[in-house]
């Protein structure tokens, strides 16, 4: 059975992380725990004249091309008139990733899809929350080498949130630099 990229980045990181924060246990070492992607589909959806299922089909048929998964719908949970929701009404899609589709991901995430990014100059550090974790927007699922362009029949962005057993964002900053992630260079 043959090892992904991060899961080797990751047992290299651990000493490192042991020593700079002072954890004596390999098992208190943060973690990455799992990637959720999540579409937002309520505006697409409120247009008149959208064929629901047509717009639900090409989205999900673009996310299980790029995460290895199908999508899961998801639906609202009570009416919001300002938003022109109905309660059951579909309101988004979300995919979550652990395991080896996780580190597959986050490989290929790193490595090939964030360097094909328009304008990409590295993620913000102020991407990463409290917790430690990391929130990034997508504006077009066209950097996903998965998806062809001449097959997409709808352009969208999503969110990927890409979360840690961190307890704290210093630690989860460093975890995800020892992983390969390219952040920002700051200014002096």
């Known amino acids: 059975m043959t090892t992904s990229l991060i899961s080797e980045k990751y047992n290299k990181a651990v ?4 020593k700079k924060f002072g954890i004596d246990n390999r098992m208190a070492v943060p973690r990455v725990t799992k990637v959720t992607i999540n579409v937002g589909i309520g505006k697409m959806l409120g247009q008149k004249g959208v064929d629901e299922d047509k717009i639900i089909g090409a989205i999900s048929e ?3 091309r790029i995460c290895g998964q199908k999508p899961e719908v998801r639906y609202a949970k ?6 022109k929701l109905r309660q ?3 309101s988004g899609l979300r ?11 986050i490989g290929r995430f790193v490595n090939v899809d964030l360097p094909r990014t328009r304008d990409f100059k590295g993620i913000k550090l102020s991407s990463v929350d409290k917790d430690g974790n990391l929130n ?3 504006p077009e699922q066209i950097i996903f080498p998965e998806v062809s362009p001449d097959s997409i029949r709808l352009i969208f ?11 704290n964002r210093d630690e989860a900053i460093e975890l995800f630099r020892l992983l390969g ?3 920002e260079k700051s200014e002096l």
């Open 62 to 64: 673009d996310l299980a």
């Open 181 to 183: 992630f390219p952040f």
């Open 78 to 83: 009570k009416d919001i008139a300002n938003f």
């Open 95 to 105: 995919v979550t990733l652990r395991g080896r589709r996780m580190n597959d991901f």
């Open 15 to 18: 000493p490192v992380l042991m």
């Open 157 to 167: 962005g999503f969110s990927i949130t890409i979360g840690t057993s961190s307890g």
């Open 136 to 138: 990034i927007g997508i």
């Open 88 to 90: 059951g009404a579909p």
